[in-house]
């Protein structure tokens, strides 16, 4: 089945520092890629859709300064937090989906950003 | 805007006790329905998708069904295993959102006592 691979699964870094994660789509073109917030004990929200090759669209309440999307390729799209703060720590998860909106959403297996 | 509600939020039985999660959502223009499987701290694992068209899906000890016009969708899951304990999320992609965007519920996490 479609495998999508999000790295680096754990991150830990100092208030201030920019994180850039990563999400792979291993054996399909994902011509749109979604970014999700998850909280603890709480369901995913969506941040963002990106589609390659075009701007992301963010969804109402996130800073499009804050966490930027790239999607330069059908493969790869990067999540970076710029200048973290604890209040930014979460577990971040991508999906990946191929063409046509009735196609399913694969997911990475989500990065745990904390920070200090 | 699409709302999706999953009842009932915990749910815990014996092992080997067929059970039935329910999934209902607001806006019935839907592309497709996924029931996704999350265990703690790990990504989403999809169990099951099933088109607008179509009425069930089913995998191995899971069926899960789809009433569009009702805004319903179950997942039964059949002798249930300890292994089986996780939370179950069911997520709606819809017509009136951007792209096909999926709409979460908050999930029905289960535990299946040995």
């Known amino acids: 089945g479609a495998v999508v691979s999000q790295h680096p699964s754990w991150v830990i870094c100092k208030s201030g520092t920019s994180v850039k994660i990563e999400c792979r789509s291993l054996d399909f073109q994902a011509t749109t890629m979604f970014w999700y917030r998850q909280f603890p004990k709480q369901s995913l929200m969506l941040m963002a859709t990106?589609?390659?090759?075009?701007?992301?669209?963010?969804e109402q309440g996130v800073e499009k300064d804050k966490f930027l999307i790239n999607h330069a390729s059908l493969t790869l799209s990067t999540l970076t937090v710029t200048s973290a703060h604890p209040e930014d720590s979460s577990f971040y998860i991508c999906?990946?989906?191929?063409?046509?909106?009735?196609?399913?959403?694969?997911f990475g297996d989500g990065t745990r950003l904390s920070i200090l | 805007k699409q709302e999706v509600t999953q009842i009932p939020a915990a749910l815990s039985v014996p092992e080997g006790e067929n059970l039935v999660l329910n999934c209902s959502f607001t806006d019935s223009a839907i592309y497709n329905l996924q029931w996704f499987r999350q265990d703690p701290g790990k990504g989403l694992t999809s169990l099951l998708l099933?088109?607008?068209?179509?009425r069930e899906q089913t995998s191995g000890r899971l069926n899960a069904s789809l009433d569009k016009s009702s805004g319903r969708s179950t997942l039964y899951i059949a002798a249930s295993q300890p292994g089986d304990s996780a939370t179950y999320l069911c997520?709606?992609?819809?017509?009136?959102?951007?792209?096909?965007?999926?709409?979460f519920g908050d999930g029905t996490t289960l535990t299946v006592k040995p």
């Open positions: 999906s990946a989906r191929g063409p046509g909106s009735n196609q399913p959403q694969h």
């Open positions: 997520a709606v992609s819809g017509y009136n959102t951007n792209a096909g965007k999926s709409t």
């Open positions: 990106s589609n390659e090759g075009s701007k992301a669209t963010y």
């Open positions: 099933i088109q607008s068209s179509q």
